[in-house]
């Protein structure tokens, strides 16, 4: 890139306003009223869209909104979901006393309000056992020859999966089945 040199004549031509750049001189047949309708008709269509931009994000705001409180007790169900898990184990140690012991009735008292507590608050358990393996629901955590279960589908469930409402909060860790012992 070359340096062009500047005189004072050139910056003198430059602070003084030519003729051919006055506004007078730009009406060359051009009518004024056409060049304010168009800039009218530009500012309308801006307005325009800016209206529905705005439109836009008060219904997308609303949408976040409505979701944020739909699904605000997914962290506190999270946080619970385990302590059904070691509960549930518990119980089961529980029945080895016999299911007439007051320990074993009273866990299950608390276990079954714990479970509609989850259902009230939109929580279902995903059945696994018996059903074909899916990645969107199971999480495989081991494979099984089987000669009783066809394979890709799931023998044992070792965690428990749960869906919120529409979305799913953990997958059932399962053991999937990979055919007949070879």
Known sequence: ????????DDEKK????SAENSPAEQDDGEDPMAGL???LDRFRDLAA??????ENYKKRCAREKDE???YSNASLLEKLVPIVDNFELGLAAARGEGKKSPIYSGMSLVLKQLKDFFAENGLQPIEAVGQ???PNLHEAIAHEPSDDV????VTRQMRRGYRFKDR?????????SSGPAK
Do not use: H, W
């Not at 890139?1 to 004072?8: D, G, L, R, S």
């Open 150 to 153: 066809p394979e890709g589908m």
């Open 132 to 134: 074909k393996f899916d």
């Open 14 to 17: 430059r602070s003084v306003p």
């Open 37 to 39: 309708q168009a800039d």
């Open 1 to 8: 890139m070359t340096k062009i040199p500047v005189t004072e």
């Open 49 to 54: 869209r800016s209206q529905a931009d705005f």
């Open 168 to 176: 799913l909060l953990r997958p059932s860790g399962v053991a999937v």
């Open 68 to 70: 944020a409180i739909k």
